[in-house]
């Protein structure tokens, strides 16, 4: 009788586990599900997604990094396409939809050549090759630019914010985000670098978007700590504590004994001595501010108030740095220590109400590192929309001093690299050649998808857009969404910083490279699937599915 042989398994019961084919086909599958969710925000046109978490807060956005940091992902390989997005925000503050869905479009052609029986690392190697050479292609066609092209600066940050909630108020935003940028940008070896936290964004609901500031110096979202000190200070002197204005605490347990009325009151008045000590201090430095990051006591805020100064207490220490940048002061730990030449220097400090809040203005500082932009508008959806669009604006104002290059926009630049990609792998023999070339045409989808979301035919006008490059040479020719014409970009102010491009590209291509080269997947025990899934399913729940309650999106 023949021997039965049980098949042997070294995981534990329940443990998943694709291989292959599968493993490919199942990540690839959720890599382009995320693309596909984020494709429809794609430019002018494009359309918002609203996300309601499990508490139901609403979110109205058509911002890509935004979208799919508020969806609860769990599939591994869709992670890592959120990851794009994550780090093109970061980089650049622009562009992730971009990112993430030229991401989706190299992992399907991917597939196309895998069903081909071209082997996943020669994809991957061909991806590789062309991702590098696309990098040389964009820096021929890019253009320069510096911090004195207002013009062109204003064009990359409405072209930024177009397409977005806010953009009604482009007109009005973007001019504020070129003068916080320039405010804040600093020359150095010859090269401006520009930190983009040192403009700071306060959201206060009312008014409308035109009645937005740009404040030279900061707003602090605290109040003066008594009312007996004045509203308003001017030519001010501001000091910047880093230690509490109390009377100090031993670090170990300590008991103090009194038996007589006259000890309580000695201890009392010492106590009273040494805060009035520290007031003495501050009003000998010359201080007429006082911002503290600690505790002020309710004696201290007496004193502080009889002789005229202005004090917030319980300061952020952000704003602390903020206000040592805006005013040029400098951070004390020791009220001791406190001298004149440690104090900034500001037009006017005023305590006002915005939007039913009391808050500290520090404005008219001389030549400010540190910004404030108010932002007003209707509602609280509202607001946060234009805080999305206007810090897009100031990231690729930033970029674009910072690098000094630009490229057109409107699915020019990759229309152009397509062209450019698809002679260069004439040039190289064997499959990989096929990888350049699904590389080259994964680039077209850019200009597709915005062709699709402004209700224009994506057939027609890519034929068009690729006469304008192939056959007339016109390298800066995109679509213009509003019209639905091919033209010169940079002509029609759709323009962006190259990095935006060169990032979105270069993450793209790492990601699908990365997911291309995953043969198995090993799931834990623990990670149940999705029920009324089949197998043919491929698990988009197998590694958790796309979470949160949301319906498997096949």
Excluded: W
């Amino acid at each position: 009788m023949a021997e039965i042989r049980q098949p042997m398994s070294v995981q534990p019961e329940g443990a998943q586990r694709f291989m292959g084919r599968d493993a490919q086909r199942m990540n690839i599958l959720a890599g382009r599900i995320v693309a596909e969710t984020v494709k429809t925000t794609l430019g002018p046109r494009g359309m918002d997604k609203m996300l309601v978490d499990s508490l139901g807060d609403v979110v109205i956005t058509n911002d890509g990094a935004t979208i799919l940091s508020e969806m609860d992902i769990a599939h591994p390989a869709a992670k890592m396409i959120v990851e794009v997005a994550k780090t093109q925000d970061e980089e650049v503050g622009d562009g992730t939809t971009t990112a993430v869905v030229i991401a989706g479009e190299l992992l399907k052609r991917a597939e196309d050549l895998l069903d081909q029986d071209v082997h996943a690392t020669v994809i991957a190697s061909g991806y590789k090759v062309a991702a590098e050479k696309a990098e040389e292609i964009l820096l021929e066609i890019a253009d320069k630019i510096s911090i004195d092209d207002e013009e062109m600066l204003l064009e990359i940050a409405k072209t930024a914010m177009t397409g977005k909630g806010a953009e009604k108020a482009k007109d009005t935003l973007a001019p504020l985000a070129l003068r916080a940028v320039k405010q804040v940008a600093i020359m150095e070896n010859g090269k401006y670098t520009v930190e983009t936290e040192d403009i700071k964004v306060e959201k206060k609901e009312g008014g409308c978007v035109e009645d937005s500031t740009l404040i030279q110096g900061l707003i602090i979202d605290k109040e003066r700590v008594h009312d007996g000190m004045p509203r308003k200070v001017k030519d001010a002197k501001i000091a910047l504590l880093d230690c509490a204005l109390e009377v100090k605490e031993t670090e170990t347990d300590a008991e103090i004994r009194i038996t007589s009325p006259d000890q309580l009151q000695a201890f009392l008045d010492q106590e009273e001595a040494m805060i009035k000590k520290m007031v003495d201090q501050i009003k000998d430095s010359g201080a007429t501010v006082v911002f503290c990051q600690k505790g002020i006591d309710d004696l201290a805020q007496h004193y502080l108030a009889k002789v005229g100064i202005y004090a917030t207490r319980r300061v952020k220490k952000s704003d602390m740095k903020k206000l040592a940048k805006a005013t040029g002061a400098r951070i004390v730990n020791k009220v001791a220590d406190l001298e004149s030449k440690d104090l900034g220097n500001a037009g006017s400090v005023e305590e006002k109400k915005i939007g039913g809040d009391e808050m500290t203005f520090v404005e008219e500082c001389i030549d400010p590192k540190a910004v404030s932009l108010l932002l007003r508008g209707g509602t609280d959806h509202f607001l946060e929309e234009v805080d999305r669009a206007l810090e897009d604006a100031i990231g690729v104002i930033s970029t674009a001093i910072e690098d000094g290059t630009i490229c057109a926009g409107g699915g020019a630049a990759e229309m152009e690299l397509s062209k450019k990609l698809n002679e260069y792998a004439e040039k190289i023999s064997g499959r990989e050649q096929l990888a350049v070339k699904a590389f080259a045409q994964s680039m077209e989808i850019i200009p597709r998808t915005l062709a699709e979301n402004a209700g224009m035919d994506p057939i027609d006008t890519l034929v068009a857009l690729k006469a304008s490059h192939e056959i007339h040479d016109h390298k800066r020719y995109g679509i213009d969404v509003f019209d639905g014409q091919t033209k010169d970009m940079m002509k029609a102010g759709v323009v962006e910083p190259l990095r935006i491009k060169e990032q979105a590209i270069m993450s793209a291509s790492e990601a699908a490279i990365m997911i291309l080269r995953i043969d198995d997947v090993i799931a834990a025990s623990g990670i149940s699937k999705n029920k009324g899934m089949g197998d043919d399913d491929m698990d988009m729940a197998g590694m958790g599915g796309m979470g949160g309650g949301m319906p498997p999106m096949m």
